[in-house]
């Protein structure tokens, strides 16, 4: 469930700081001008993932598990939200990240 908190934070600026390999200099990082973007932006990540694996597959699908092994397995993933009210960004980590996509991906599939 989206909590009020998050409903403020919706539409506010994020950074997505990914570490996708454990090379310290694998680190990269991608702003978006919402939380739902972001989001976006790591199922976009993921999928990516999966062509590159399955190259001869001519259609891929995943549901939302190996999605979440896909984000467990990062060595760095993090969002920096910004907070208009106090003019900081607030940093979630990965279980947050799982729960939003979790309720992203639940809201998409009921056609909201």
Known sequence: ????????TEKSHTILLVQPL?????KTFADYESV???????CKMFEE????????Q???TYDI????EFIDALPDLCCLVMHKQQGVY???PKEWIKNQTYELLK??????
């Open 1 to 8: 469930m989206v909590s009020p908190a998050d409903k403020e």
């Open 22 to 26: 454990k090379r310290p200099e694998s």
């Open 36 to 42: 739902q973007e972001a989001l976006e932006g790591i």
């Open 49 to 56: 993932h999966l062509k590159r694996t399955n190259p001869e």
């Open 58 to 60: 001519p259609t891929i």
């Open 65 to 68: 598990a190996e999605l979440f």
């Open 90 to 92: 607030r940093p979630h």
């Open 107 to 112: 809201s998409q599939a009921r056609g909201r």
